[in-house]
């Protein structure tokens, strides 16, 4: 006889199976989740089975239509356009280098939480920081000089995950302040905000050698840290710039094109997974498809571009 879960037993794994569910992640259960606690409404006893799950299905997709009126031509976007032919598209060559993320163990789903209060996140956010201390807990600080945190405002409404810092962050300690930093600080501009009204973070907070894409260990590693960020600052959008940090927080790997231009669900926020900025210095050709990408961010948080003077 299946024995009855308390209430807080009964929400904690509701919301474990939320998470799961929200990174897609499949057939880690055998038997469909209705048959053994009820969530979101959905009709089910609320206890264990002696059986096993047979699969948690990810939620579909939302893709909500960009205006055609809207402004791509903002200054970061440029007028530049793509020659008839090309014999590698810009998005084949941008995949390509991010094929060293082979394989990767699965996210460690965060402790289970209240919200904090807008007031107490600089504090929580410290507290983690302090918690990382002088890492070294993977083979990235054998290179480093600076651990690079996150830079911006913990109540943002808008956060912004990118890979890992490069020779201006380690020098700094501040995410995103070289080349792609200021660009980034331009995207965000056209998006009729600044930069401290944002939050911007990484997936590896030490700088890879040669600004390599991050080995799954080191990833894996630092990504817990990352994950509580997030779960502090509960911003209503995440904008994943680039495949790495598209990777570690959808918790699978797919083509670029195959998770841009859309709205993914994810712990209860909204993910829009666009080019990292690096990128779009390497190929400005692709700066108009990043803009459509952060106007769908724009709409979920009902901003307008500024209008030019």
């Known amino acids: 006889m ?70 791509a031509t903002a200054e970061w976007v440029g007028d530049r356009k793509s020659p008839s032919a090309e014999t590698e598209t810009a998005q084949s060559h941008f995949l390509a280098e991010d094929t060293t993320i082979k394989s990767r163990k699965p996210i460690q789903a965060p ?53 890992g810092p490069g020779a201006d962050e380690d020098a700094q300690g501040l995410p995103f302040v070289g080349r792609a930093g200021q660009l980034l600080n331009n995207m965000i501009t056209a998006m009729g905000l600044k930069r401290e009204e944002v939050y911007i973070a990484n997936v590896v907070k030490c700088r890879p050698p040669g600004n390599r894409t991050p080995e799954p260990d080191e990833a894996n590693t630092c990504s817990q ?16 710039l680039g495949a790495t940090a598209a990777t570690y927080l959808l918790g699978q790997r797919q083509p670029l094109a195959g998770l841009r231009g859309r709205v993914h669900a994810f712990r209860g926020m909204s993910l829009i997974v666009t080019y990292h900025p690096a990128f779009l210095l390497r190929d400005p050709r692709q700066k108009k498809e990043a803009w459509a990408d952060l106007q769908i961010a724009m709409k979920e948080l009902g901003l307008k571009a500024p209008v030019k003077a």
Do not use: W
């Not at 992640?25 to 053994?36: A, G, K, N, W």
């Not at 083979?139 to 690079?148: D, S």
């Open 2 to 71: 299946p024995r009855p879960l308390d209430p807080a037993t009964h929400q904690a794994l509701a919301e474990r199976l939320r998470f799961y569910r929200d990174l897609g992640l499949t057939d880690f259960y055998r038997r469909p989740v209705e048959e053994i606690i009820e969530i979101e409404g959905a009709p089910g006893p609320s206890h264990l089975g002696t059986g096993e799950l047979d699969s948690v299905a990810a939620p579909p997709s939302r893709a909500p239509s960009i205006p055609q009126g809207a402004q």
């Open 111 to 163: 402790e289970i939480g209240v919200t904090i209060p807008a007031a107490d996140r600089a504090a929580a956010l410290q507290a983690i920081r302090d918690d990382i201390g002088d890492c070294t807990r993977c083979a990235l600080h054998k290179g480093r000089n600076k651990i690079v945190f996150a830079d911006g405002s913990p109540t943002a409404r808008l956060m912004f995950v990118g890979e």
């Open 225 to 240: 840290f990352l994950f509580r960020q997030i779960d502090v600052v509960r911003p209503q959008v995440l904008v994943a």
